[in-house]
């Protein structure tokens, strides 16, 4: 259950993703609502792809250490307390 829990997080995170071009050409992303989540690279989907890796290792974070996670829209994440 939690793995889809996640996943459906981690879907409707990345759909809230904002790119834009930097004065060097590389794309940067982040995720409004989520302090700290972001990534720098070349190629928009290289920027993509390491925003969502990014996104996942914060969640596990998250979840290891027993912090308060945003929702994304109606989705939500239990954190147990520590």
Avoid at 8 to 27: G, P, Q, S
Avoid at 28 to 57: K, S, Y
Avoid at 61 to 74: A, F, N, V
Wanted: glycine share 6%.
């Amino acid at each position: 259950m939690m793995n889809f829990m996640l996943s459906r997080y981690i879907h409707e995170a990345m759909l809230r993703a904002r790119y834009k071009v930097l004065a060097d050409k590389t794309y940067f992303g982040e995720i409004p609502g989520v302090p700290g989540v972001w990534a720098n690279e070349r190629a928009l989907d290289q920027c993509r792809e390491v925003l969502r890796e990014v996104l996942e290792e914060w969640l596990i974070l998250k979840i290891r250490d027993h912090e308060k996670i945003p929702k994304m829209g109606r989705i939500g994440l239990p954190v147990k307390a520590a």
